[in-house]
């Protein structure tokens, strides 16, 4: 069976339009759910290893991708708005979620406003406060000066090939399989007139996702969570401690943690049949069967 190219589908949620990269097929719905400043095309190499067995659903948050971007509304409580908004207009029934990073802890935090609409997720890298944290914690400086970086980086150039090449050069994206990256880079940029490129997720956007920590609180909605969870955590993570991880499974009612070795915060990124292998086992075991 050849595998499909999924198609760009424009849903209503939360007061914007959210846009939604369906992958068709009769498989088990899947909703698949990126990382700050990327989209949901970037998973493209997990799941066409997990199509057809699962109709993954990969949304572009708000600001992202093809998405509305609104001037505002950029805390995790508004991407878990958008989140079950796509699970009501699309009509999915207790979807299986799989999410990175904002995206998982956007999507965990929807789990909890809003029980019974979710199946099992797998979680990889979910960016949250800590826990033990007073009402008026702020990240630490060093997550605060990403938020600096994200407004002065360079968003523009003269051809694909240019930033693909630059990004090779980064060590943000050292890790990352070059067939990943070049996903980011076909998708994640919009056409200029001039020929040129520029990334389709503004600056602002992006540092808005990181500072907006402070605002969002996502601790006391989690116990009513009341879906299967699986924690993935990356060894040489700085982001997701192994502390954390010790809160969201004392306080979540039905979950369990993995780490992966030698793998970065980036993890869907530099390993993605990895992150399909673990997801496969995990719906497989905790789920309903997806066929």
């Known amino acids: 069976m050849s595998r499909p190219e999924p198609q760009l589908r424009r849903v209503p949620s939360n007061g914007i339009t959210i846009a939604v990269h369906d992958w068709g097929g009769d498989g088990a719905p899947l909703l698949v759910v990126h990382g700050n400043s990327f989209l949901g095309r970037l998973w493209d190499v997990t799941l066409?290893?997990?199509?057809?067995?699962?109709?993954?659903?990969?949304?572009?948050?708000?600001?992202?991708?093809?998405?509305?971007?609104?001037?505002?509304?950029?805390?995790?409580?508004?991407?878990?708005?958008?989140?079950?908004?796509?699970?009501?207009?699309?009509?999915?029934?207790?979807?299986?979620?799989l999410g990175h990073s904002v995206g998982a802890i956007s999507a965990l935090l929807a789990a909890g406003l809003h029980p019974g609409r979710f199946g099992p997720m797998v979680l990889v890298e979910p960016v949250i406060r800590p826990k033990a944290t007073p009402d008026n914690w702020v990240?630490?400086?060093?997550?605060?000066?990403?938020?600096?970086?994200?407004?002065?980086?360079?968003?523009?150039?003269?051809?694909?090939?240019?930033?693909?090449?630059?990004?090779?050069?980064k060590s943000a994206f050292s890790t990352w399989q070059p067939e990943v990256l070049a996903l980011y880079v076909e998708h994640g940029f919009r056409d200029l007139p001039d020929g040129g490129i520029e990334i389709k997720c503004p600056g602002w956007v992006e540092a808005q996702g990181y500072e907006a920590s402070p605002t969002a609180n996502p601790w006391p909605h989690l116990a009513t969570v009341d879906c299967p969870v699986l924690l993935v955590r990356a060894e040489t993570s700085r982001?997701?401690?192994?502390?954390?991880?010790?809160?969201?499974?004392?306080?979540?009612?039905?979950?369990?943690?993995?780490?992966?070795?030698?793998?970065?915060h980036a993890l869907p990124m530099e390993d993605p049949l990895l992150v399909a292998h673990l997801a496969r086992a995990f719906f497989t075991e905790r789920g309903r069967s997806p066929r």
């Open 48 to 97: 066409r290893d997990l199509w057809p067995d699962y109709r993954p659903y990969a949304m572009d948050l708000r600001g992202h991708g093809e998405s509305d971007v609104p001037p505002s509304g950029y805390s995790r409580f508004d991407h878990a708005g958008d989140i079950a908004g796509v699970v009501d207009a699309l009509g999915l029934v207790r979807p299986y979620v």
């Open 239 to 264: 982001l997701f401690s192994e502390a954390i991880v010790a809160d969201l499974l004392a306080t979540l009612p039905d979950a369990r943690a993995v780490t992966v070795p030698e793998r970065s």
């Open 139 to 169: 990240p630490s400086s060093a997550t605060l000066a990403l938020g600096e970086q994200a407004r002065r980086r360079r968003h523009q150039w003269p051809s694909r090939r240019a930033a693909f090449e630059n990004y090779l050069t």
